[in-house]
């Protein structure tokens, strides 16, 4: 008789929960996903997945449904503020797939949860909310605030910046709020000027800079436009602003700029938080992932990233022929601290960096970005399956 597959809970259904589920199905575990939310509904605008990511994606079989739901971005451009005028450009598209192994999408957040939900054989459990863990050395229980319990042989908190199974690993520690907020939103193309010809663009400032990339085959232009405010420190994917707050807080820049901000339907506001490296991960039983392991800054463009690196990381060592769970938990985050803590520090570094007033310290940065594509392979050229099998 074949041992009864190991049953795996997953608390949390975003990005790094889903595609846990499917990479662990595939492994031919039991797998339950379980999430607070009362419907399925993933707003909050975009996220941009790179080679790193779509390593793992392509791995689990979703890579050319991503793709399909996707617009790949063929080049990177910095604008100045005030006068529109790109000042460092570098082709992406086919240029970044031969270079680091993989394209470079934009995608709305709806899109990418459909596709993983279509790739999920289950539905996630809804209207749970963990507020519980207690682990023996035979099972996990996780309890919910509804008051139900349910046992597992694995948990994985995947349940974001406020994980409530990360209390049960690291105790109690306090998300760090940047200082700043953002204004998120899609605008159809035809109502932002030049956007039919965006590839990943940046128009940079003096205490204020702005993200925008075409999503949905080039229908649409998501932005994320960031602006200090110490003030303003709600953290909710559907808090809402009014379009002419972002256009206020962006006076006096390019047209293309506030013409964009001004034409959008909806405006999403985000509060910016993120938390200290942790040191301890996992447990025997239990471990964190994605934004619940090491919640970062979006100035890299890699939360979501590194949370399908550590599935790709999480499933390979549970399988590994010889690793008990105790022990493929501990490999899982050896191989994971240090890389996504230097991704969680350098996304603090690059926000400053991004909003320099103009003068030599702008100057000394434009010709840093000469050198962009070589500072970030080690970002978006990483292989997560190398990395874990140098290990093996
Ligand atoms: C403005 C902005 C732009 C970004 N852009 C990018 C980008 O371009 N590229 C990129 O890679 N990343 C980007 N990110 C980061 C990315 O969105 C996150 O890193 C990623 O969504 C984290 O996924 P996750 O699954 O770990 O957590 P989440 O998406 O936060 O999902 C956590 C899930 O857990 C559930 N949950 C929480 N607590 C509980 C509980 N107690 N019980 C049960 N369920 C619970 C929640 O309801 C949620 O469904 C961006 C983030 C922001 C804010």
């Not at 605008?45 to 793992?56: D, E, K, L, Q």
């Not at 063929?74 to 192994?101: K, L």
């Not at 470079?104 to 963990?130: S, T, W």
């Not at 979006?298 to 590994?320: F, W």
Request: negative net charge.
């Amino acid at each position: 008789m074949s041992p009864s597959p190991l049953r795996v809970a997953i608390v949390g259904s975003g990005i790094g929960g889903l595609t846990t589920a499917i990479a662990l199905q595939q492994k031919g575990f039991q797998v339950d996903v379980y999430d607070q939310a009362s419907e399925l509904s993933e707003i909050g605008a975009a996220v941009s997945i790179g080679g790193n990511g779509m390593r793992v994606l392509d791995a689990i079989g979703i890579g050319q449904a991503i793709r399909d739901a996707s617009s790949n971005l063929q080049r990177i451009e910095f604008h100045h503020w005030q006068t529109g005028e790109i000042f460092y450009e570098h082709p992406m598209g086919d240029w970044y797939d031969e270079h680091f192994g993989g394209p470079f999408l934009g995608i709305h957040r709806a899109d990418f949860h459909r596709v993983l939900l279509e790739g999920y054989a289950g539905q996630p459990k809804l209207g749970r909310r963990a507020v519980a863990v207690n682990e023996s050395p035979d099972g996990v229980e996780v309890e919910f605030a509804d008051g139900s319990k349910v046992e597992a042989d694995l948990l994985i908190g995947a349940d974001g910046l406020r994980s409530a199974v990360r209390q049960h690993v690291t105790g109690p520690d306090e998300a760090v709020f940047s200082g700043m907020t953002c204004f998120r939103g899609v605008v159809p193309v035809d109502k932002v000027p030049g956007g039919d010809k965006f590839g990943l663009t940046f128009f940079l400032g003096p205490n204020r800079h702005l993200v925008c990339y075409p999503v949905r085959g080039g229908e649409g232009i998501n932005f994320v436009a960031y602006v200090p405010d110490p003030d303003w420190t709600l953290e909710s994917w559907s808090a809402k602003a009014e379009p002419a707050e972002a256009v206020a807080a962006f006076e006096g820049w390019t047209d293309t700029v506030t013409t964009m901000l001004g034409n959008v339907e909806e405006t999403g506001r985000w509060a910016l938080y993120d938390r200290e490296p942790l040191r301890k991960w996992s447990t025997d039983r239990v471990t964190l992932l994605g934004d619940a392991a090491h919640p970062m800054l979006p100035h890299a463009g890699q939360g979501s990233n590194q949370a399908l690196e550590d599935v790709g990381a999480l499933a390979t060592y549970l399988t590994a022929d010889g690793l008990g769970v105790a022990e493929a938990l501990q490999r899982y985050e050896q191989v994971r601290k240090a890389r996504t803590r230097q991704i969680q520090l350098g996304s603090r570094g690059n926000a400053t960096c991004f909003q320099l007033p103009d003068g030599p310290a702008t100057e000394e940065r434009n010709a840093r970005l000469l050198s962009l594509p070589d500072n970030v392979a080690w970002i978006h050229g990483y292989d997560v399956f190398t990395a874990v099998q140098e290990t093996l």
